[in-house]
């Protein structure tokens, strides 16, 4: 794909990723720091912290974490905005990237449905404040693409993640006929194509520029055993029991718990016997503190369900759907970063798994 700004652009972008690595690694520890001292001399006094309203009254006063939220909501509105931001830059590209999306790729590998109708409960936000949204501008999957690679500072790749989850899948259940869903231009999707190159594999999104750069990535990578297709993970048009595997990565919490509940079933319709439904998100640990720091991270990001998916049952909503060995458990997005001494913001990656 075509290289999109310059020296100023790239600096700009670096600058930006070494705040937010500062944020990350020495803001952050500080913050959680000082709520431990100040959680510890509330208990002393008899009021001791149960919960994030509790952490709230005791944190949304104070300078640093004041600090900190600034910094996590305008360092995300930097890398959009601004002389050499993501959008005016890719902008000033905006006819040779197009030109690159409306180049041929091989028949089947991209379906796109002109009367699709974008959720409401999708369009009314524009999520990690991308400007209008991923699935209004033709060129959105360009700038989230290039987005992307600074949501996870700390990784060595950014696609480590991807492959490390695939990983996880492929030990849990080998799939033959694999569902993404949610897959965005897909780079959640590609390590299943790349790892199961015997797999029939499906990405669904609702966004069609996402859609369309990952058509174009594959077929620039050769891949033959991936489709993608317009589709509502609530309604994929697809056969009742022809997956064995259904996964999504950093989906869900993008959703409404309604909507939640409406994805578990369409996954358990698609699901053959014994088929197996996974998905990577983010439930942060029982611990008040990082309850507060997840639900504010939502709203500085443009990510209002955050809060209500932590709220909902997730496993008794699955189990209401007869999925069966239903469990949640940690997932290590990076060597060491479950590791007591780990003392760095980081999302609490999260696995969900029921079996049919």
């Known amino acids: ?36 001292d100040k959680a510890e001399r509330a208990a002393n006094a008899g009021t001791p912290v149960t919960d994030a309203t509790d952490v709230a009254k005791l944190m949304e006063g104070e300078t640093l974490y004041r600090n900190f939220a600034w910094l996590e909501r ?16 890719h902008d000033a590209a905006r006819d040779e990237l197009v030109a690159e999306l409306d180049a041929p ?20 936000v524009d999520i990690h404040q991308h400007p209008g949204g991923i699935w209004s501008d033709a060129i959105a999957g360009y700038v989230y693409e290039r987005g992307a690679r600074s949501t996870t500072p700390l990784l060595d790749r ?7 989850f695939t990983r996880l899948v492929n030990e849990r259940k080998q799939g033959r006929r694999i569902l993404d ?45 991936v489709r993608f297709l317009q589709r509502d993970c609530r309604r994929t048009g697809l056969p009742d029991a022809s997956r064995d595997v259904v996964t999504s990565t950093m989906v869900i919490h993008e959703m409404p718990p309604p909507a939640i509940r409406d ?20 439930i942060p640990a029982d611990d008040p503190f990082m309850h507060f720091m997840h639900y504010g991270h939502g709203r500085r ?15 008794q909503t699955m189990r209401d759907l007869g999925f069966r060995n239903v469990e949640t458990f940690d997932f290590e997005e990076m060597p060491g970063a479950l590791a007591s001494r780990f003392e760095r913001w980081r999302f609490p990656w999260t696995v969900i798994v029921g079996e049919k």
Request: charged letters at 25%; aromatic letters at 12%; hydrophobic letters at 40%.
């Open 1 to 36: 794909m075509s290289s999109v700004g310059d020296r100023q652009f790239e600096a700009y972008q670096a600058f930006l990723l070494g705040c937010k690595l500062h944020w990350t690694g020495r803001i952050f520890p500080a913050l959680h720091a000082q709520y431990r």
């Open 74 to 89: 305008h360092l995300q509105r930097f890398k959009y905005s601004g002389r050499w931001g993501l959008q005016p830059v």
């Open 263 to 282: 994805t578990f079933a369409e996954a358990m319709r698609v699901l053959e016997p014994g088929g197996l439904m996974i998905h990577l998100d983010f």
């Open 158 to 164: 950014d696609k480590d993640l991807h492959y490390r």
């Open 105 to 124: 790729i091989p028949e089947g590998l991209l379906e796109l449905d002109p009367d699709f109708e974008i959720p409401t409960y999708f369009r009314s």
């Open 301 to 315: 990001n443009n990510e209002p369900y955050m809060e209500p998916m932590v709220k909902m049952d997730v496993k």
């Open 181 to 225: 869903m949610g897959c965005g231009f897909g780079k959640s999707t590609r390590p299943f194509w790349e790892e199961n190159r015997d797999a029939d594999v499906v990405g669904v999104d609702i966004a069609g520029p996402c859609l369309r750069l990952a058509a174009h990535d594959a077929a620039a990578a050769q891949a033959r055993n």
